[in-house]
Protein backbone atom coordinates (compact mmCIF):
# COMPACT_ATOMS: atom_id res chain seq x y z
CA UNK A 1 0.00 0.00 0.00
CA UNK A 2 1.11 3.04 -0.82
CA UNK A 3 1.77 5.80 1.62
CA UNK A 4 1.49 10.00 1.40
CA UNK A 5 5.16 10.43 1.14
CA UNK A 6 5.54 7.88 -1.61
CA UNK A 7 3.40 9.68 -3.50
CA UNK A 8 5.20 11.84 -6.12
CA UNK A 9 4.07 15.41 -7.28
CA UNK A 10 3.22 16.23 -10.53
CA UNK A 11 4.68 18.83 -12.59
CA UNK A 12 3.55 21.93 -10.76
CA UNK A 13 6.14 21.17 -7.87
CA UNK A 14 9.97 20.46 -9.31
CA UNK A 15 10.50 16.98 -8.12
CA UNK A 16 14.49 17.79 -7.74
CA UNK A 17 13.26 20.48 -4.94
CA UNK A 18 13.82 18.57 -0.98
CA UNK A 19 11.45 18.49 1.84
CA UNK A 20 12.47 21.75 3.39
CA UNK A 21 12.13 23.62 0.16
CA UNK A 22 8.55 22.36 -0.64
CA UNK A 23 7.84 22.84 3.17
CA UNK A 24 8.74 26.43 2.57
CA UNK A 25 6.97 26.34 -0.63
CA UNK A 26 4.01 25.61 0.86
CA UNK A 27 4.42 28.06 3.67
CA UNK A 28 4.74 30.73 1.53
CA UNK A 29 1.75 29.87 -0.75
CA UNK A 30 -0.09 29.95 2.58
CA UNK A 31 1.57 33.38 3.25
CA UNK A 32 0.04 34.53 -0.06
CA UNK A 33 -3.32 32.97 0.04
CA UNK A 34 -4.16 34.40 3.48
CA UNK A 35 -2.70 37.72 2.07
CA UNK A 36 -5.44 37.85 -1.24
CA UNK A 37 -7.57 36.19 0.91
CA UNK A 38 -7.68 39.29 3.15
CA UNK A 39 -7.56 41.70 0.23
CA UNK A 40 -10.69 39.94 -1.13
CA UNK A 41 -12.88 40.39 2.16
CA UNK A 42 -11.28 44.12 2.53
CA UNK A 43 -12.49 45.04 -0.88
CA UNK A 44 -15.73 43.48 -0.46
CA UNK A 45 -16.80 44.38 3.29
CA UNK A 46 -15.63 47.93 1.79
CA UNK A 47 -18.17 48.31 -0.97
CA UNK A 48 -21.60 49.70 -0.19
CA UNK A 49 -24.23 46.72 0.58
CA UNK A 50 -27.03 48.19 -1.40
CA UNK A 51 -25.37 49.47 -4.22
CA UNK A 52 -24.65 47.88 -7.52
CA UNK A 53 -21.10 46.70 -7.92
CA UNK A 54 -19.40 48.39 -10.72
CA UNK A 55 -18.00 46.32 -13.31
CA UNK A 56 -14.30 47.04 -11.91
CA UNK A 57 -15.07 45.73 -8.62
CA UNK A 58 -16.38 42.67 -9.29
CA UNK A 59 -13.43 41.70 -11.77
CA UNK A 60 -10.91 43.04 -9.00
CA UNK A 61 -12.52 40.32 -6.59
CA UNK A 62 -13.26 37.77 -9.35
CA UNK A 63 -9.26 38.09 -10.06
CA UNK A 64 -8.51 37.79 -5.74
CA UNK A 65 -10.40 34.41 -6.38
CA UNK A 66 -8.23 33.25 -8.94
CA UNK A 67 -5.18 34.23 -7.76
CA UNK A 68 -6.34 32.40 -4.34
CA UNK A 69 -7.45 29.32 -6.29
CA UNK A 70 -3.92 29.69 -8.48
CA UNK A 71 -2.06 29.38 -4.96
CA UNK A 72 -4.36 26.65 -3.63
CA UNK A 73 -3.69 24.29 -6.60
CA UNK A 74 -0.05 23.87 -5.75
CA UNK A 75 -0.38 23.50 -2.45
CA UNK A 76 -3.08 20.52 -3.07
CA UNK A 77 -0.11 18.91 -4.78
CA UNK A 78 1.83 19.25 -1.95
CA UNK A 79 -0.85 18.10 0.08
CA UNK A 80 -0.36 14.46 -1.81
CA UNK A 81 2.94 14.30 -0.50
CA UNK A 82 2.95 15.74 2.73
CA UNK A 83 0.44 16.02 5.35
CA UNK A 84 -0.68 18.91 7.88
CA UNK A 85 0.21 17.01 10.60
CA UNK A 86 4.09 16.56 8.68
CA UNK A 87 3.89 20.41 8.15
CA UNK A 88 3.13 21.44 11.67
CA UNK A 89 6.20 19.01 12.46
CA UNK A 90 8.05 20.85 10.34
CA UNK A 91 7.30 24.26 11.46
CA UNK A 92 7.71 23.40 15.38
CA UNK A 93 10.90 21.88 14.67
CA UNK A 94 12.70 24.35 12.75
CA UNK A 95 11.50 27.95 13.82
CA UNK A 96 14.19 29.86 12.79
CA UNK A 97 13.31 28.98 9.24
CA UNK A 98 9.46 29.30 10.01
CA UNK A 99 8.89 32.73 11.70
CA UNK A 100 8.12 35.00 9.41
CA UNK A 101 5.44 33.05 7.95
CA UNK A 102 1.44 33.33 9.18
CA UNK A 103 1.49 29.51 9.54
CA UNK A 104 4.30 29.90 12.46
CA UNK A 105 1.91 32.32 14.16
CA UNK A 106 -0.83 29.34 15.32
CA UNK A 107 2.09 27.69 17.35
CA UNK A 108 3.42 30.70 19.29
Same mark, same amino acid.
Given at each position: METKNQKKTNSLIN? $? =??? /? /???? *??LWLDDQVMTYWSLYLD??? +????HD? =? @?? $? +?? $?KLDGYLQIIEHFEKYQGELILE *? @? *? $?EIDEFVRCNPDLCKNFSFFRFFS
Open positions: P $E =WSK /Q /QKML *YFMKC +DLPIF =W @TK $E +DI $E *Y @T *Y $E
